[in-house]
């Protein structure tokens, strides 16, 4: 009899651990919604590039879950759409001024209803808050637009193929087209569908049944413009707008690229230390071995100190190059920094009566911490010293934090060049050398673009060099009744000034609709930089917001707003009655079924790429109600205790 009693027991025991699983974990339980399908259609039209996001997530759940929609977008891109739709009702969102779409925002959430407001960040991931329905599904769409670079002969576009679900369906279509010839494309690593139509553009088609685990890159090559450059041409509304590309080659032009003197100013300072002083000695002794005949250089380091080998500029020769080479490898880490007296060091060394094209290639991990610390004073002193016009590309080098990336980008920028910045990664000394490669061989200089009396609201791209292997384009305005356009560009080659002049007939066509766009894009980007040097002024700030709202970008002055309808509540019923199973299938758009509909705040979170491919995880479950598995559990237990007390009578 004991025996029955202990084995009653253990049984019991055991069924009560079970049904108390039961209630841990219910019935058909997912942390996640599933996707159903990613799908991203690029349109890359003479480098200019819109790119659409397409996901739709299922809830395949019976229970209200709360997930999220996370997506990528390159560092210059903006956001131009955004909806989200369910059961084929689509919800776009609206761009307004910031202040107004954060008052909507905010009457939206005191009165419990679904909004989302879209903002910008220094930072690339775009996240979305979504509230699901039981077995609801809902497709989420993303625009952004961007203006690809054309650097030695190629443009490259990075498709981001990263995302915070399981995808078991993903298809990547990009459509290429071109004024000029498509010479060639690729996909490094990936094996895509890649055709040609016709002369004029290229077709990639690439699907898998999950993330490949890597970003899809795109490089492709066209044909360079004729000698005077190439125009194109579209009307709306009364307006014309025009697309004038530049880019000769050595050839059309009959002679060799320019020489060049070039100073390079290297940070040594403390946080320079361990990897970064590797990564900077193998870069530069790879850039200076490179250096052609006929060139000049010199390198200048700091940290509390400037230390120049030399007062002059140096002749490129064996010599010199292995000199300056052991002086690299030789460099040691230590101190602080004192950016001011490196770079007027630098331009000291330059000769006034140099036909070379002077040069300064700036690198550094932090801000100023000695001599004189005032980013608007180096600025200022900088400017006033720079008398022969040298070109400062900066190069940021660390993480975001250690440097003030506004300020390289207004030093550079008010000196005729850009900043970049590298992570000191294994492969931050290649990106070093691959950047120095694009302005290595300058082909024309001090680049002047002048056109007749009907073109006007002209935005240039590009540098005021011209680049082996680069281009510079030129977008403006004309007027409609205009039959032709004289377009005049004065540079400097080898030979002396050289004149670049061409009549364009007017005749334009709608497959260059695109230009609209690209000439809204770059007068934006344009009027954002020059507030990197002149600040924010009120009429900068109006110009960049007028432009925004008229164009549909998402900038630091405007937001996008996105509401979903709300269903009005119906009169109360009996319970269980027919009203209430039809106000359960009604529930609207992004709204759990809680007590409080939650309002959320979509935005570019601050966060780098390469933390993203870490960050980017499974968010938890939400809350569930108990069902029929609590049910069950419940009676089991009471069932097992009532048998175990029947035993011990």
């Known amino acids: 009899m004991e025996s029955k009693r202990r084995l009653a027991g253990a049984i019991t025991g055991a069924l009560i651990i079970f049904m108390c699983l039961l209630l841990i974990v219910p019935a058909n339980a997912q942390s996640n919604a599933e996707v159903d399908y990613l799908n991203i259609d690029v349109n890359i039209n003479d480098g200019y590039a819109i790119t659409t996001v397409e996901e739709k997530l299922d809830n395949g759940n019976n229970f209200a879950i709360t997930d999220k929609f996370e997506f990528l977008i390159p560092e210059k891109a903006f956001l131009s759409g955004f909806s989200i739709s369910i059961d084929g009702e689509e919800y776009q ?34 996240s979305y808050s979504l509230n699901f329905e039981a077995n609801q599904s809902i497709v989420v769409k993303l625009t952004y637009e961007q203006a690809l670079t054309r650097t030695l002969d190629e443009y490259e576009y990075l498709q ?5 679900h399981v995808v078991n369906d993903l298809q990547v279509s990009i459509d290429i087209d071109s004024s000029t010839d498509v010479l060639s494309v690729g996909t490094p690593g990936f094996i895509s569908d890649i055709t040609y139509p016709d002369t004029n553009s290229a077709r990639v088609r690439y699907t898998d049944v999950g993330l490949p685990g890597q970003d899809l890159k795109v490089v492709f090559k066209t044909e360079n413009t004729p000698l005077n450059g190439n125009m194109i041409f579209y009307e709306s509304d009364g307006q014309g707008y025009f697309m004038h590309t530049f880019s000769p080659t050595e050839k059309e032009i009959g002679t060799s690229p320019l020489n060049k003197d070039i100073i390079f100013v290297i940070d040594k300072s403390g946080s320079m230390s361990g990897l970064k002083i590797q990564q900077v000695r193998t870069a530069f002794s ?37 000199q300056s080479v052991e002086l690299v490898t030789d460099t ?9 007296d490196a770079l007027l060091a630098s331009l000291d060394l330059f000769n ?5 094209v002077p040069i300064i290639v700036f690198l550094t991990d932090g801000m100023p911490t000695d001599g004189i610390e005032s980013t608007a004073v180096i600025r200022q002193n900088v400017l006033e010293a720079n008398v022969i016009n040298a070109s400062i590309f900066s190069i940021a080098f660390g993480r975001e934090y250690d440097y003030d990336f506004n300020f390289l980008q207004a ?12 992570e000191p990664d294994t492969e931050a000394s290649s990106g070093i050398s691959n950047f ?3 302005i290595s061989t300058p082909l024309v200089s001090d680049l002047i673009f002048s056109y007749d009396e009907q073109v006007y609201n002209t935005v240039l791209t590009g540098k005021k060099h011209l680049f082996v292997g680069s281009e510079v384009m030129l977008l403006g305005k004309y007027d409609q009744d205009a039959e032709t356009v004289i377009a005049r560009v004065d540079g400097n080659t080898r030979s002396g000034n050289h004149v670049f002049e061409r009549e364009f007939i007017v005749q334009p066509e709608e497959k260059n609709d695109f230009v609209v766009r690209l000439w809204a894009y770059n007068n934006i980007m344009s ?27 998402v900038t630091p002055y405007t937001s996008f707003f996105v509401e979903v309808p709300q269903v009005e509540e119906p009169d109360e019923g009996p319970v269980g009655s027919a009203t209430d199973e039809a106000v359960m299938d009604e529930v609207p758009v992004g709204e759990a079924m809680v007590d409080e509909v939650p309002v959320e705040e979509a935005m570019v979170d601050e966060i780098s790429s390469d933390e993203v491919a870490e960050d980017i995880a499974m968010d938890g479950p939400a809350d569930e109600t108990p069902g029929f598995s609590f049910l069950l559990a419940a009676s089991a237990i009471g069932g097992a205790l009532l048998f175990l007390r029947r035993m011990d009578n």
């Open 160 to 164: 981001y193929l990263r995302s915070n």
């Open 93 to 126: 969102a609206d761009i307004l001024k910031k202040a107004e779409a954060q008052q909507k925002f905010e009457e939206a959430a005191s009165g419990g209803r679904t909004a989302g407001l879209l903002e910008t960040r220094d930072s690339e991931l775009f």
């Open 436 to 438: 120095y490669d694009t």
């Open 411 to 422: 030093l550079s920028l008010e000196n005729g060049g850009i900043a970049v910045y590298f």
């Open 332 to 340: 040691t880490a230590y101190g602080g920094t004192n950016i001011n």
């Open 527 to 553: 009027k954002l930089d020059r507030m990197k040097v002149e600040g924010e002024t009120d009429e900068l700030v109006s110009e960049v917001t007028t432009l925004s709202l008229e164009y549909g970008f």
């Open 352 to 356: 006034a009566g140099s036909d070379n």
């Open 286 to 322: 790879q850039i200076i071995n490179d250096l052609p005949e006929g060139d000049r250089f010199n390198v200048v380091f700091f940290d509390s100190f400037v230390r120049t080998p030399g007062n002059e500029i140096l002749m490129v020769n064996d010599a010199n190059k292995v």
